[in-house]
Nanobody
Framework: QVQLVESGGGLVQPGGSLRLSCAAS????????IGWFRQAPGGKEREGVSVISASKGSTYYADSVKGRFTISRDDAKNTVYLQMNSLKPEDTAVYYC?????????????????WGQGTQVTVSS
């Protein structure tokens, strides 16, 4: 079965850290762009947080997470990670990973083909 499964979310205090994982099954991630997106409560639109190219040569970070979040991929484990440090209450959201079979990074959700089910991240004291 072709799917993405996110894990690693939870409740953390402001200033804390979490590492999200996105494991692929049924296919290999080698040739895919992988993006992390989030959707905050209150009906907000899903936004691109960070993206990594298939070659690992290019990455994208939203301005709101630059310097705090780091995306990485381990193709041997067929997994992509999002290390999140110095978390803020405004980082609270459901985080999704998604794949795009392309050599080009994109941050528009509609350009991604396969999505995970999401993992909740809550930053609160």
């Amino acid at each position: 079965q072709v799917q993405l499964v996110e894990s690693g979310g939870g409740l953390v205090q402001p200033g804390g850290s979490l590492r999200l994982s996105c494991a692929a099954s049924g296919f290999t991630l080698d040739y895919y762009v992988i993006g992390w997106f989030r959707q905050a409560p209150g009906g907000k639109e899903r936004e691109g947080v960070s993206v990594i190219s298939a070659s690992k040569g290019s990455t994208y970070y939203a301005d709101s997470v630059k310097g705090r979040f780091t995306i990485s991929r381990d193709d041997a484990k067929n997994t992509v990670y999002l290390q999140m440090n110095s978390l803020k209450p405004e980082d609270t959201a459901v985080y999704y990973c998604a794949t795009r079979r392309s050599t080009r990074i994109a941050v528009t959700p509609d350009l991604y083909d396969l999505w995970g089910q999401g993992t909740q991240v809550t930053v609160s004291s």
